[in-house]
């Protein structure tokens, strides 16, 4: 009964937050489409441009999500970093009379990265430390194991330039945007632990035996609990939701340009599911869903080499945090609680386009 309670309260909460969007997306879409209007009446805004490009993305990223257990359980955190991933993606932009329509699609494989894994209880005195192992990121591909897709679509305005300085731009827009990390974790290795972790393990232990529980073991340090060819977990999280901006472009000159844009990630939506593979199944066995905020950038330099072509070079930094609220469906006998998500990622890219 208290389970089908809290998921009736999570659901409203789930579901206050999505008609929240979908009125914020709707009052900046009016906004665009109001600021845009001036640029109708700015001949030189009128005749169609298209462009279309592919680009190179260098990245690297962290998660790092935290549990809250209650009484004496502490908590753990989970910490993937240096999440290193090469992707492609394509990207187009389309104006006509200061409307402007673009958006980018990504695919990619998370080639490297460490997961560090670390359970805390409380004893008399604090918190302590009970488990500390680390695992390895292994490669994926564009269909299975660690991997990146992402992707934005978004409608704004160019807006007219300046009567003092006509070689600058700037515009608004409102989008969605889509962001999915997949990472598998192998292998597992111990890292030396509080002096008491034996005293927490046999009082955990004690509590699991009670409730018909699998035992926790305890490992020493520099141990190889898990061969590093087997899969010990996956985490896949996804990030969805609008985002409001803004963006400028600079005429350097000679073929020259610099612009960038900057975007807000008011209402996110999380669904971030982990398997654990030694434990029992069904997998994924922890469902977690949560809401949150989040922040695009973006600064591309580029060089026109004729009309049509263009090349260029830049870098990202995307950062989205969430509160979660876990749904197990292996009943937990202490009943954790993902409280914090946060993930972040940037890096550097390289692309080419076409304009007709």
């Given amino acids: 009964m208290h389970d089908c309670n809290a998921r009736r ?101 998370i080639t490297s990265g460490t997961f560090r894994d670390k359970d805390y209880y409380r004893l008399a005195g604090g918190m302590i430390t009970w488990s500390d192992t680390t695992s390895n990121i292994n490669a994926g591909s564009a269909t299975d194991g660690s991997r990146l897709v992402y992707g934005a679509l978004d409608l704004g305005y160019r807006g007219v330039p300046f009567a003092r300085y006509p070689g600058i731009r700037l515009g608004g827009f409102a989008g969605l945007t889509y962001w999915n990390e997949v990472l598998d974790a192998y292998g597992m290795i111990a890292n030396p632990v509080d002096d008491r972790a034996g005293e927490a393990i046999a009082a955990i232990n004690s509590h699991l035996e009670q409730f018909g529980g699998e035992e926790v073991p305890s490992f020493e340090p520099g141990e190889v609990a898990v061969p590093f060819a087997n899969r010990l977990i996956r985490n896949d999280g996804l990030w969805f939701g609008p985002r409001i901006g803004a963006e400028f472009a600079i005429d350097l000159g000679n073929g020259l340009g610099l612009s960038g844009e900057a975007a807000f990630l008011p209402f996110l939506f999380l669904k971030a599911d982990d398997s654990h593979f030694f434990r029992r199944p069904p997998f994924p066995n922890f469902l977690a869903r949560g809401a949150g905020m989040g922040a695009q950038l973006q600064l591309v330099a580029t060089w026109r080499i004729d009309e049509s072509w263009e090349v260029g070079v830049g870098g990202r930094y995307w950062y989205a945090s969430a509160d979660r609220d876990d749904r197990a469906p292996v009943p937990s006998v202490h009943g954790s609680d993902r409280k914090d998500f946060v993930n972040w990622r940037y890096g550097a890219f390289a692309q080419a386009s076409y304009r007709f």
Avoid: C
């Avoid at 001036?38 to 680009?55: I, Q, S, W």
């Avoid at 549990?67 to 389309?94: I, K, M, V």
């Fill in 9 to 109: 309260i999570f659901s409203s909460r789930y579901e206050a937050s999505l008609k929240q969007s979908i009125i914020v997306f709707l009052a900046a879409f009016h906004t665009v489409a109001a600021a845009a209007e001036p640029a109708l009446r700015d001949p030189g805004m009128t005749k169609p441009v298209f462009e279309v490009g592919a680009r190179y993305w260098y990245s690297t990223g962290t998660l790092r999500t935290s549990l809250s257990n209650p009484g004496d359980w502490g908590g753990s955190t989970l910490d993937y970093t240096d999440l290193n991933a090469s992707s492609l993606e394509t990207f187009f932009r389309g104006e006509r009379s200061g409307f402007v329509l673009k958006g980018f699609m990504g695919l990619g494989m």
